[in-house]
Nanobody
Framework: QVQLVESGGGLVEAGGSLRLSCAAS????????VGWFRQAPGKERELVAG????????YYADSVKGRFSISRDNDKNTMYLQMNSLKPDDTAAYYC??????????????????????WGQGTLVTVSS
């Protein structure tokens, strides 16, 4: 089982930037595709960005493409989400998590993440207009 701790959220004005971090422990983090997810009040959780286990491929939801950038540092068991040009619609609780099986691509993550049962506490991002 993997333990994940998200950090870096906060209150920012529209157009501003934030960098989220996710520290992982308890599983061989480097073997898993990982992603950032968000859940806004009254809405379902969605995958906004993913990166393959090797770091070679990434995925972005259309709503964040060109503004968000996902990266990982396997030596530090940490992943990041750089968020630029933030909009009020980006307001949500942000979560990180891994794929359900190792050595997956971002396409696997996109298909399998809804089967993930354990989530961290997330970090809240609030973008004011």
């Amino acid at each position: 089982q993997v333990q994940l701790v998200e950090s870096g959220g906060g209150l920012v004005e529209a157009g501003g930037s934030l960098r989220l971090s996710c520290a992982a422990s308890g599983r061989t983090f480097s073997n898993y595709a990982v992603g950032w997810f968000r859940q806004a009040p009254g809405k379902e959780r969605e995958l906004v960005a993913g990166i393959s286990w090797s770091g070679g491929t990434t995925y972005y939801a259309d709503s964040v493409k060109g503004r968000f950038s996902i990266s990982r540092d396997n030596d530090k068991n940490t992943m990041y989400l750089q968020m630029n040009s933030l909009k009020p619609d980006d307001t949500a609780a942000y979560y990180c998590n891994t794929d359900t099986a190792p050595f997956g691509a971002t396409t696997d993550l996109r298909r399998r993440w809804k089967y993930v049962e354990v989530w961290g506490q997330g970090t809240l991002v609030t973008v004011s207009s």
